[in-house]
C-alpha cells in the first residue's frame, strides 16, 4: 500500500468529497489546510461539465474556501483540451449549458445549433438545460455516423440528504438506446486527465493520489492511471456498494475528515 504521507499532489473530488450541494462537508476545510501546511498542493478535479471553473471558485469561496482558477480542473477542460489536439477550430454540436458551451468557444470551437449541419463532433456535457431537441439532433447525428464524445461518465450527480439528480452517462444510456453507439470519453476514470494534469501543472504521477465518493469514475481513475486512491463515503458510494464491487481503492474513510492525521 502507498503511504499517504508521502503524496505530495491530491487531485480532489468536489461533489460528494469536498461538499453536497451547498453544503461543506465536515472537516474539509481543515483538510485543505492541512494540505498546504504541510507543503503539499492539491487540485479540485470535478468531473460536473455544467459549470464553469470561476463558478467552482466562487461556490468554494461562499463555503469559506479560498481557491483560484488553476486549482481547479474539469471534465469539460479536459475535453477542449483533447479536442484542440485532434482538430483546432472544429465545428461542434454541443450537449451542454452555457458555461460549457463559453468554455467551448473561448476554445476556438464553432458550436452548431441546428440539424443537418457538417460538423466534427457530438459533444455531450452534463447538460441541466438538456431539451428534446437537442437530444434528437444528436442522436441523428451520432446515427449518421458523426464522432461522439462525452466529457464523464457519471451516472448521477450528489445532492444534500442522499438524493441526486441524473448526469452525463444517463444521458448517455439514453442517446444509446437510441442509437446503439457509446461515445469516447475523456473526464474520470480515463488515465488521459491524470496526464493532462501532469502535463499542464508540470507534475510527477507518483507523487499523486485521487481522492472521490465514486468507485467507477475517481477510484478507477486511480487505477488506469496508475495512481494511488482514497475511497471516502461521503458521497455516491456506501460501504455496502464498495464490499459488492471489484474496484479497489488504496485507502477507504468515511471522509476526508478522517484523512487529515495521516497527512
Not at 53 to 72: D, M, T
Not at 198 to 206: F, P, V
Not at 243 to 253: L, Q
Amino acid at each position: 500500500m502507498n503511504n499517504l504521507r508521502e503524496k505530495n499532489v491530491f487531485l480532489l473530488d468536489m461533489d460528494g468529497t469536498i461538499y453536497l450541494g451547498d453544503e461543506l462537508i465536515d472537516g474539509a476545510k481543515k483538510f485543505l489546510e492541512t494540505i498546504k501546511n504541510k507543503g503539499k498542493r492539491y487540485i479540485f478535479l470535478t468531473n460536473n461539465s455544467s459549470k464553469s471553473k470561476e463558478s467552482y471558485v466562487e461556490k468554494l469561496s461562499r463555503l469559506g474556501i479560498e481557491a483560484s482558477a488553476e486549482e481547479v480542473f474539469t471534465s469539460g477542460e479536459a475535453t477542449t483540451m483533447y479536442l484542440k489536439k485532434e482538430k483546432e477550430g472544429a465545428k461542434i454540436y454541443l450537449l451542454g449549458t452555457a458555461a460549457l458551451e463559453a468554455e467551448f468557444i473561448q476554445a476556438g470551437f464553432v458550436l452548431e445549433k441546428e440539424r443537418h449541419k457538417d460538423i466534427d463532433y457530438v459533444v455531450l456535457g452534463f447538460d441541466t438545460t438538456l431539451t428534446y431537441e437537442k437530444l434528437w439532433a444528436a442522436c441523428e447525428y451520432i446515427a449518421e455516423g458523426v464522432e461522439y464524445i462525452a466529457t464523464h461518465p457519471d451516472f448521477n450527480c450528489p445532492l444534500p440528504n442522499d438524493k441526486f439528480m441524473p448526469d452525463a452517462g444517463a444521458m448517455a444510456a439514453l442517446i444509446e438506446a437510441s442509437t446503439g453507439k457509446k461515445p469516447k470519453v475523456i473526464g474520470k476514470p480515463n488515465k488521459e486527465v491524470v496526464e493532462s494534469i501532469a502535463l499542464k501543472y508540470g507534475l510527477n504521477k507518483e507523487d499523486m493520489v485521487m481522492v472521490g465518493d465514486r468507485l467507477y469514475t475517481d477510484i478507477k481513475t486511480g487505477k488506469n492511471a496508475g495512481i494511488a486512491s482514497a475511497l471516502v463515503y461521503s458521497g455516491e458510494t456506501k460501504e455496502e456498494d464498495y464490499k459488492k464491487s471489484e474496484i479497489r481503492a488504496d485507502y477507504v474513510f468515511n471522509s476526508i475528515k478522517d484523512m487529515i492525521d495521516l497527512l
